[in-house]
C-alpha cells in the first residue's frame, strides 16, 4: 500500500509564498509521475503541475511564472513552490502519484489527503 502526505499548506495574503510537500511511502518501488492538483469549492479537481511519466513538466496555464514543481527522488517527494499567491489559488492541494509497488510489481495510483491554501485579498 502507499501512502502520500502532503504538508505546508495554509494561509497566506496575496503576493505571498507557500511551500508545499508530499512524501511518498509504503510498498513504492518506483514513481512514474508525480503532482499536484487543487480543487476550490463548486469546482472540479484541476491539474496544477506534474511531472510525467515521459519526464516533463506540465503547468496549468494560470500558475505559469508563479509556481514551481521539484522533485527529490531519493526521498519519492515533490514539492511545489507557490509565488505571488493570488486569491483565486484557494483550494485544497492534492498530491497524486502513479508507479508501481514492491514485490508483484502491481501499478498504483494514490493521492493524499489533501492541504488546504487560503490566500486573502
Known amino acids: 500500500q502507499v501512502q502520500l502526505v502532503e504538508s505546508g499548506g495554509g494561509l497566506v495574503q496575496a503576493g505571498g509564498s507557500l511551500r508545499l510537500s508530499c512524501a511518498a511511502s509504503g510498498t513504492v518501488f518506483s514513481i512514474n509521475a508525480m503532482g499536484w492538483y487543487r480543487q476550490a469549492p463548486g469546482k472540479q479537481r484541476e491539474l496544477v503541475a506534474a511531472?510525467?511519466?515521459?519526464?516533463?513538466?506540465n503547468y496549468a496555464d494560470s500558475v505559469k511564472g508563479r509556481f514551481t514543481i521539484s522533485r527529490d527522488n531519493n526521498k519519492n517527494t515533490v514539492y511545489l513552490q507557490m509565488n505571488s499567491l493570488k486569491p483565486g489559488d484557494t483550494a485544497d492541494y492534492y498530491c497524486?502519484?502513479?508507479?508501481?509497488?514492491?514485490?508483484?510489481?502491481?501499478?498504483?495510483?494514490?493521492w493524499g489527503q489533501g492541504t488546504q491554501v487560503t490566500v486573502s485579498s
Open positions: 497524486n502519484a502513479e508507479g508501481y509497488t514492491t514485490g508483484a510489481r502491481i501499478p498504483f495510483s494514490s
Open positions: 511531472f510525467t511519466s515521459g519526464g516533463s513538466t
